[in-house]
């Protein structure tokens, strides 16, 4: 028996397809009573400048704690709930989130640091998306340039001209809009042109790759690409200083990874914001 799937390819019938689709279920309703019940938490891993290492952003990351202490991982979850659409209440929750930390952060002190929230495909489907970041923006008092939405090429190719609308809407309210993941998908280049980004994040599978020859043209080509479009490059998962040398050596302005900080609770962020020195 052939099963139709939603990219319209078909497969073969397969008996642990649907223990999957069991589990995919049983994982929906887990989360959603998670969500229900306020146990999930969002962490933040910072952002660096590579000429002084200062922190200049963060990024907003998910994060689901079971009950025995450890964690399910987004890279699990998140495909889960774009498929049952509760990525929509996820994603704005996030959002509402980052913009109470974005005030916490005044009040400590740190008054320019941007926070990145990443997007799904089906929150960019709504309609009253753009209106709704506006919506928390103007709720929350916080300044439209410190907030950061990241984009995967993979969603902008899903639906190329209903992105580049939102993202125009997006940007008019003054919100930056990074490319995440750059590199691991088909982004065609002209679309590349002509959306309104800001910053690309040169994807942690080149920067892995940086001893070898393949993996440094890349992001070398990447960050090229970045400067020539007048965007700010980011790159991913830094985890070694002969990473972070190279990558300086390239021109790229900006950095996340281990190397610096992991993502972390807001309290433990804090702390570590303390004890950095300010830009
Ligand atoms: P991403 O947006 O590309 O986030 C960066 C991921 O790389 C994070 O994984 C982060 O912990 C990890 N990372 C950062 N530096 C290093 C490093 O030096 N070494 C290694 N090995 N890893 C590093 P995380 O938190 O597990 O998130 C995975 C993905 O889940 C994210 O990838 C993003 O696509 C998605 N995600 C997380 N939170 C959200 C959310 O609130 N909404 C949506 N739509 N997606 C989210
Ligand atoms: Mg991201
Ligand atoms: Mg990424
Ligand atoms: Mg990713």
Redesign the pocket.
């Known amino acids: 028996m052939a099963k139709k799937q939603s990219d319209h390819r078909f497969v073969y019938y397969d008996p642990n397809m649907e223990r999957a689709t069991e589990q995919r279920i049983e994982m929906t309703h887990a989360l959603r009573k998670a969500y229900a019940d306020e146990a999930l938490c969002v962490w933040y891993?910072p952002q660096i400048d590579l000429a002084n290492r200062e922190v200049i952003g963060l990024?907003?990351?998910?994060r689901w704690p079971q009950a025995d202490g450890s964690m399910i991982?987004?890279?699990v979850f998140?495909p889960v709930a774009e498929y049952s659409g509760l990525?929509i209440e996820?994603?704005e929750w996030?959002l509402n989130q980052a913009c109470l930390m974005l005030k916490r952060l005044e009040h400590a002190g740190h008054r320019n640091l941007r926070i990145a929230?990443?997007?799904?495909m089906p929150q960019f489907r709504q309609t009253e998306f753009p209106a709704q970041v506006a919506r928390h923006l103007k709720y929350h008092g916080v300044n439209p340039q410190q907030i950061e939405l990241?984009i995967?090429e993979s969603v902008i190719m899903d639906e190329p001209d209903t992105v580049v609308n939102v993202l125009r809407k997006l940007k008019t309210l003054g919100v930056q809009i990074a490319l995440?993941?750059f590199g691991t998908g088909f982004s065609s280049l002209n679309y590349l042109r002509q959306l309104p980004l800001d910053r690309i994040k040169v994807d942690?599978s080149f920067v892995q790759a940086l001893d070898r020859p393949s993996g440094a043209i890349i992001a070398e080509t990447i960050v090229r690409l970045g400067q020539r479009l007048k965007l700010h490059t980011i790159a991913?998962?830094?985890?070694t200083e002969r990473q972070e040398l190279l990558m300086r050596a390239m021109n790229c302005a900006e950095a996340?990874?281990?190397?610096y900080a992991?993502?972390l609770p807001a309290d433990e962020l804090m702390a570590f914001l303390a004890k950095c020195p300010k830009p």
């Open positions: 891993q990024e907003a990351l998910l991982g987004p890279d998140i990525i996820l994603g996030v929230v990443n997007v799904s990241e995967t995440d993941d942690r991913e998962g830094i985890e996340q990874g281990f190397l992991k993502p």
